[in-house]
């Protein structure tokens, strides 16, 4: 075997004559690639020359499919037509494309690098091999070229040196005839898709009109089924009225549950090939309906204000699973179908503008200037006089350019706009000066045009949001946003104490004195910082307030002061998302030669008292009540049951979605009498942190049943098969050593499974 040199040139030996004769060859060559038009015909003509000129037997130009990491042919010499596909890593011409270096040999079955399965398949018998790679003028390869079985002795160095040679002439040519039938096709499909718009945006019925697109997406991804979800915002539930096969059964699930729910709070694409090997999906649908889901793919519907307002989801794609270019043309189906909501809701959205410039005029606490053509101000109500401090003889007949000058000037140039336009344009905390004063200010200029057409001028509208902005800019610090919005539009009502159902989060960072005694004051409070800011972002997302800091531990309430139909869930998935996110963070912690850090949560529901506590100098607004004490227990028992998150079943009872959870306790904690069922959650694991998880979860229950019925060796033996599928299922491990204590130490005959814990 040789290797042969990229571009390697003529040998010392070969007469001018030779020379000459393949610069006629590679001229002769190009001219004929250059009267082809199709990538096809250079394939034929290159395979059918270079075969000639180096004497082989079969000739087979393989390409590299970029999207699936082959190589295959589409043309090949010697009478096999059917194409050939390998992995571009494999095989004689795979390590020629790695590599990116020509090489022949003339014994291949003693080669371990040859792929005897190609032979074995055609009965074809390799005698001796040419391969050499296809590489662009830029040096990109896009391909091999590869001879089999020459005519005479086997191959030498000049016969490598000749393929290089005819195939780097014909690498241009390949390669534009590659982007011509690529635009080709892209073009194909654009037709098309403007076909299927035109079709689309013609229909008015919104019925009809998602069942033309859907059908379309059903038939253009090949599909089985498709289903368009949209959001009730009334009911937090995604519904559908549109399904192949489903006789357009109305479905209806919550917006967070499911491949669905993901997709729309996530509002990212979702492509599962296998749906039963992801836990994201839900079979109890196939079970109902008797349909079998193979692959799924759903994608968001999102607005032309980029809020999602669905999802579509296509089920089981003929030929296999759904690609990333399926993935491309639903997104664009999708944005379609919101292109035809918004059309079809035009004439309410046209109404409910009027409805909503009506009532800011008769809105007095914003400022209404009006002005005519000349942008001479006609009126000012009074608010418009105390925010523009000044009077109505000085401002009713004088120009909008007297008062909107200097640092207003902005104001005025949309004022303008809006009169040469005729189109209306709003700005949100915008920042006006009148009289020295600064103010945070939302502003809404629009034309005012007469039943008949006609400009009549322009208007203002200020709203004076300065100290709003200011009361929020510091209860945002304390609460989640829209939070401290929703209080702001209570009023001073909500700032006293009240009693309602909420549920109750407390963490806390395992080994945190250890940390501080490595870290130090500096290094505490650097590490304390970044990991608020993961921890509060999380409680944020789901509308929770942060209630306060308690050294390293954090305590956070859902449902106060606002409460919302699904609090215990927002709860529940904010400590999720917490365990989840700081296992991110750990990984670039120990990246970066830092200890990572773990915590334990505890959530529990009930009834507390919210309210400001404290002197009239120094007040505090918070939570207290024994549902905000069992908590607190809970986080600190996930240290004895060596978990991450434990609820309570006060919480449970009020969860609506489905979980992840085992039962693993009924417990009295410090300081009660009565008894409390207690749950581990587990959805932030993934396989790798759980193994074998589901199947741990009935064994454990087997384990949890004969435990509470004081059956210790078949407690034992349950326990024992959850550590021989999860040998790391700490819990597991410490049911197996109660159960010998409790056989050695039996409880009383009215014993109820029941644990007193003894410390907090």
């Known amino acids: 075997m040789s290797t042969g040199k990229p571009g390697g040139g003529t040998g010392s030996a070969e007469t001018l004559a030779a020379r000459l004769q393949r610069a006629e060859l590679l001229l002769q060559l190009t001219r004929e690639l250059a009267e082809i038009a199709d990538l096809d015909g250079v394939l034929e003509l290159l395979v059918e020359r270079v075969s000639t000129e180096i004497d082989v037997e079969r000739a087979t130009i393989f390409l590299n499919d970029s999207d699936t990491g082959e190589l295959y042919s589409r043309v090949s010499h010697g009478g096999i037509k059917r194409e050939i596909r390998m992995l571009n890593d494999t095989g004689i ?19 371990a690098r040859f792929n005897r399965s190609i032979d074995e398949q055609t009965g074809f018998t390799t005698g001796n091999i040419l391969c050499a790679p296809i590489k662009t003028y830029k040096g990109e390869i896009i391909g091999v070229a590869q001879v089999l079985n020459k005519h005479a002795d086997g191959f030498v160095e000049q016969d490598l040196e000749l393929l290089e040679a005819m195939i780097a002439q014909a690498s241009i040519a390949l390669q534009g005839m590659q982007y011509v039938e690529r635009m080709q096709k892209a073009r194909e499909q654009e037709l098309e898709f403007l076909d299927i718009v035109a079709d689309i945006t013609s229909e008015i019925d919104l019925g009809i ?34 399904g192949g096969g489903l006789n357009a059964t109305q479905i209806r699930l919550p917006n967070h549950t499911g491949i669905a729910g993901t997709v729309f709070t996530s509002g990212q694409s979702v492509n599962i090939p296998h749906a039963y090997a992801d836990l994201r999906f839900n079979p109890a649908f196939d079970r109902t309906t008797g349909y079998f889901t193979r692959s799924i793919l759903c994608v968001p519907v999102i ?129 006006l000066v009148f009289a020295g004063e600064r103010l945070s200010v939302n502003v809404t200029v629009m034309p005012l045009i007469s039943s008949e057409e006609k400009t009549l001028g322009s208007m203002i509208m200020l709203e004076d949001i300065s100290t709003e902005k200011r009361l929020k800019s510091t209860m945002s610090r304390y609460m989640d946003p829209s939070i401290s919005e929703q209080l702001l539009s209570k009023g001073e009502d909500i700032l006293g104490g009240t009693s309602a159902i909420a549920t109750v989060l407390f963490s806390d960072i395992r080994g945190f004195t250890t940390l501080t005694e490595e870290l130090g004051p500096q290094g505490t409070v650097s590490l304390l910082n970044e990991y608020f800011t993961i921890m509060v972002d999380c409680i944020h997302r789901e509308g929770g307030m942060l209630d306060k800091f308690i050294g390293d531990a954090i305590m956070a309430a859902f449902g106060m002061p606002i409460p919302r139909g699904d609090d215990e869930d927002r709860g529940l998935r ?109 959805d932030y694991h993934t396989e790798e942190s759980f193994p074998n998880i589901m199947e741990v979860l009935g064994h454990f229950r087997d384990g949890q049943a004969q435990y509470r019925d004081s059956m210790w060796d078949g407690a034992i033996d349950a326990f024992g098969k959850c550590l021989q599928l999860n040998p790391g299922d700490r819990l597991s491990q410490i049911y197996i050593e109660r159960c010998q204590l409790l056989k050695e130490n039996p409880p009383p005959e009215d014993w109820q499974g029941v644990w007193v814990m003894t410390s907090k």
Not at 214 to 234: V, W, Y
Not at 324 to 340: K, M, P
Not at 383 to 390: E, N, P, W, Y
Request: proline share 2%; with cysteine; glycine share 8%.
């Open 93 to 111: 011409a795979g390590h020629v494309y790695t590599t990116q270096t020509g090489i022949f040999t003339n014994t291949p079955y003693e080669d």
């Open 209 to 242: 009109l998602l069942q033309k697109v859907m059908g379309e997406a059903t038939r253009m991804l090949r599909a089985e089924r498709s289903t368009l979800f949209l959001n009730d915002e009334k009911t937090n539930e995604l519904w559908s009225i549109v």
């Open 303 to 431: 607005n032309k204000h980029g809020r999602t307002i669905g999802v579509t989801q296509v089920l089981n794609r003929h030929g296999g699973p759904f690609t990333d270019e399926d993935e491309s043309r639903l997104r664009a189906f999708t944005a379609q179908v919101s292109i035809a909501l918004e059309n079809a809701k035009l004439f309410d959205d046209v109404q409910n503008m009027k409805n909503y410039n009506e009532s800011m005029l008769e809105s007095m606490s914003n400022a209404v200037i009006t002005m005519d053509e000349e942008g001479n101000i006609v009126t000012c109500n009074a608010a418009g006089l105390r925010i523009m401090q000044v009077t109505e003889q000085g401002i009713i007949g004088k120009n909008v350019e007297d008062h909107l000058c200097g640092e207003n000037a902005w104001l005025l140039e949309k004022v303008q706009h809006c009169r040469e336009k005729e189109d209306a344009d709003v700005f949100m905390d915008a920042e």
């Open 574 to 682: 904010a400590a999720i998302s917490m365990i989840s996110d700081l296992a991110l963070w750990n990984i670039k912690r120990v990246a970066e030669g830092k200890r990572p850090v773990d915590m334990g949560i505890g959530l529990n529901t009930d009834t507390v008292v919210s309210g400001n506590i404290g002197s009239p100098k120094r007040m505090d607004y918070t939570l207290i009540g024994d549902g905000v004490n069992l908590a607190a227990r809970l986080e600190s028992a996930c240290k004895q049951y060596s978990a991450h998150i434990l609820i309570s079943e006060y919480t449970k009872a009020r969860l609506r979605g489905t979980y992840r959870m085992r039962d693993i306790d009924r417990v009295v904690v410090k300081g009660k009498t009565e008894p409390v069922r207690i749950y581990e959650v587990l």
